[in-house]
Structures are given as C-alpha cells and as structure tokens.
C-alpha cells in the first residue's frame, strides 16, 4: 500500500492504473473527491485555458506575481522532464515529498466515498438499477494531479494560484475550482476528437471556464462567435484583445494599453515569439481584473517580464550552430514557428529534427514548416502515440517537401546526424511534440556536446 513516504515514481505508475481511460472529461468524479477532501481554497485563482499560449501567459503570470512579492502557486501540464514541474510554489518545484503527501490524501478521500454504479458516469447519474455492478470512483492521472496541486497549494499557503487546463475547458478537472478570472489565450484545432473538429466548437468547451460576473479574457483578435455568445449567457465580463484592452509595439519597448489603464516602455518578454506580445497583453489584462485583489507595480510587471523562462517554446540555446527547441505540434503553433524562424537573420541551411505523435495534424504542421527547411531529420517517438519516422516522411511527401527527408529510429539519432553536418552558420529546430524536446533535454550534457565535439571543429561550443 503506497502512503506519504513512497516514492513518486511509484505513486506515479500507481496513478496511471487507476482509471481505464487516460483521458475521460467530466467533472462529476473529481468534484466528489474535491469536496470529500474539502479543497476550497481562501485565496484568488486565475485559469487559463486556450489552444496554444497557456504556458507562455501562466509563466509571465507566475513571474510578474513573484516579482511583486506574492507567494504563488502555479500548475501546469505536461511536464518535459520531471512530474514536479507541473506544481511550483514560490517558483520552485514541488518536492517529491510534498506531491506524494498529497497523492496520499487524495487516494484515502476516494477510497473512502460511497461505492457507485460502475455505469454511472455513462448513464449520466449514481442510482443503481437491479443488479448493476459497483466499483470505486476512479481518477485520471491528470484528475489527481489537478487536485494534488491544490492541495499543496493550500498546504503551502500559497497567496495566488494559476491553474493551466489540461484540455478543452468545460469539462476539464481543473474547472471544477471556482477563480477570479479566466484566461483563452487562443483557439485552433487540436484535440478534435474531444472537443469538436470546428473552431467554434472547440471555443465552446474552452469557453466553459467562464464564470458569472468574473472577468473573462481572450488573447486574439480572431474571437470566435461562441466565445462572445458563452460570455453574454452566463454573464461573464468579456475582455477581448483588440477592443478591451490592446498593445502597441515598438522598436525596443511596447505599450499595454487597456481597462486598467497603460502601462507604458515595457520591455520585451525574455520569451521570443511573435505572438508574445499577444500573451503579456492577456497576462496583462489579468492582472488590472484583479488589481483590487493582486495589485501589482511597473517595477514588478518589468522584472516579471525580464525574467520569465519557459523551457521549449522558441527557446534558442547558447552556441553555434543555432539550436531551437519549439513543442509546437499544431498547425497554429507551427504556423507561429515558422513566423519566428522568418524573422531570424538569414542562415546557410535549416536542419529539422521533426517528430510527432500521429493523431496530430501532421500534414498541417509539414504544410506550415515546410518552406522555412532545407534538410529534414524524422524520427520515431518512444510513445504509444507516436509516429514513425517512415509515417512523418509520408506526410512529408505528401505535402509535396522537395527537401531532402532522411529518417532515423530516434530523435537523439536524428539530432546527432545535424550536429555531424551542420557548419557554424547552420541552424537546427527541433520540433514536433513534447517529446521530441524531452528527448533532447534529457540529453543535455547533450546537444551542445554533440554538435561541440563530433564534427571536427566545423561547429563550436558556445
């Protein structure tokens, strides 16, 4: 029987045991555990949900809060390397110790609920009828980890939470907490089929995070009709970018311009991105929503912009040849990639190390990327969802890629044969999934080794 001083590791193989299905939206389960535990947290809570964007804006939140002095509790997902990273206090991760504390909990509240219908959540409802078969409530691994984050974050005494959805919104475990504000960064096709294979559909579950009365931000110009139309039947404060609150962008400054008045020569995010801007701004609104609450200096908002990190989203490494680790691995995030990849100086070739898991878009991601590549490096994912590297070239020469496609059985292989061929003056993105730069990091004595030492001086260390 696994308690608080098991390890993690295990807690973790245990969690993923517990529940047929990896993925089952529906908040009835987790809100019968929350409330067997009596999670009802006493300090203000900010959701962000939306396509893509919610780590960029959870991450700007969690360093403007931090800079202002405020003890934060941020939980994201997935993580890259380590569980912990999903739940920070304080901006440090979790210890094994404390998330395992809370596991234990968790687990003791659901064993201890009344048994249900095991067809229950099927049927809509916990009567029994005849003869039906009983069974514990069951959580996902992420229903555990949402109320494991808020567990230690009520245990830590957090003074702020910033709760990022897992998927979609309306249905999702970290929805069933009520906040101060909501956050849609976004809205494009992904996870349609959860939520929808129209982008009116998707922005009708990522809507369900609104909340009567509270403020409700979007992060894009393009607003979906259901986002307006959600907002006006609960009664939520729509606050749109482009109309509500907006940005101006300078040569070395920008401007925030909005409810809470303007906040003016702001640095630029130490995130790089075309769309940064577009998410500060919403970080932005957030924080004059809640002014009253979370009142925040200029001197915070600047050093929150300065110092904010976030591992693998445009994020360019030191040295030469130039290394860009980018989890994009939807057509909007690739569209967004290849922006940023044209806004760079020229380069002598671009070298792709390219995979995915392959119930993604993969011809809409290779349609996007496929004018900014010269030499394509396709790989396998050690997944259950992954593609192979001879599936990604399909797509590729599908989409009609005249560059050259080269495979390889894993993405440290195909990272490998770039730092082999790449010059100086090269760059090399790799790109495709969370795994795909998991791998990479993983390596890290790694990358920069690799391409340091294994090509006979033709790339350096930088």
């Not at 295990?10 to 990896?22: F, I, Q, R, S, V």
């Not at 809100?31 to 300090?43: D, M």
């Not at 967004?336 to 190390?353: G, M, R, Y």
Request: proline share 4%.
């Amino acid at each position: 029987m696994l308690d608080k001083h098991s390890a993690l590791n295990d807690w973790l193989a245990y969690l993923e045991t517990k529940h047929p299905k990896a993925i089952e939206l529906g908040l009835e389960r987790v809100a019968k555990v929350k409330q067997q535990l009596g999670l009802k947290p006493a300090f203000p809570v900010i959701v962000v949900g939306g396509t893509n964007g919610k780590g960029s804006v959870c991450a700007m939140l969690e360093s403007i809060l931090h800079a202002a002095g405020y003890h934060v509790g941020c939980y994201t997902s997935p993580h890259l390397l380590d569980y912990n990273e999903r739940v920070r206090i304080g901006q440090q991760q979790a210890s094994d110790a404390m998330l395992c504390t809370a596991f234990e909990r968790i687990e003791q509240a659901r064993a201890a609920l009344p048994l249900q219908n095991k067809n229950a959540s099927l049927q809509g409802n916990d009567e029994l009828q005849g003869n039906d078969e009983l069974s514990e409530i069951s959580l996902t691994y992420f229903e555990f980890g949402t109320l494991a984050a808020m567990q230690c974050f009520i245990d830590q005494a957090v003074e702020v939470a910033i709760l990022e959805v897992g998927l979609g919104g309306r249905l999702d475990a970290v929805n069933v907490f009520d906040h101060d504000c909501a956050v849609v960064t976004s809205i494009d096709l992904d996870h349609m089929e959860y939520l929808g294979d129209t982008r009116e559909q998707i922005a009708f579950e990522k809507a369900g995070i609104f909340r009567a009365g509270k403020v409700a931000v979007f992060g894009d110009r393009d607003v979906p009709v259901t986002i307006r139309t959600q907002a006006q039947h609960i009664g939520a404060q729509l606050w749109c970018l482009g109309e509500q609150f907006s940005f101006t962008a300078g040569a070395q400054q920008w401007n925030y311009h909005g409810a809470g008045g303007t906040r003016s020569a702001l640095p630029y995010p130490a995130l790089r991105g075309a769309f940064q801007l577009h998410n500060a701004s919403a970080a932005l609104a957030v924080l004059a929503a809640l002014k009253n609450k979370l009142p925040v200096s200029m001197a915070a908002v600047r050093r929150g912009l300065v110092e904010v990190v976030l591992p693998g989203r445009f994020q360019i490494m030191p040295g030469r040849p130039m290394l860009i680790l980018d989890v994009a691995h939807n057509p909007q995030a690739a569209r967004s990639l290849a922006q940023n990849l044209a806004a760079l100086p020229p380069c002598c070739k671009t070298f792709a190390v390219f995979a995915m898991l392959k119930d993604k878009d993969m011809a809409s991601v290779a349609r996007a990327l496929k004018g900014q590549v010269d030499i394509w490096l396709v790989a396998g994912i050690a997944a259950p969802r992954g593609a192979t590297a001879a599936e990604l070239s399909g797509v590729l020469y599908a989409e009609g890629v005249e560059s050259a496609v080269l495979m390889f059985v894993t993405v440290t292989d195909a990272l490998q044969h770039a730092c082999n061929e790449a010059v100086e003056n090269d760059r090399i993105i790799i790109f495709g999934s969370f795994y795909t730069v998991a791998e990479v990091m993983r390596a890290q004595s790694a990358p920069r080794l690799i391409c340091a030492e294994s090509h006979d001086g033709k790339a350096t260390d930088g």
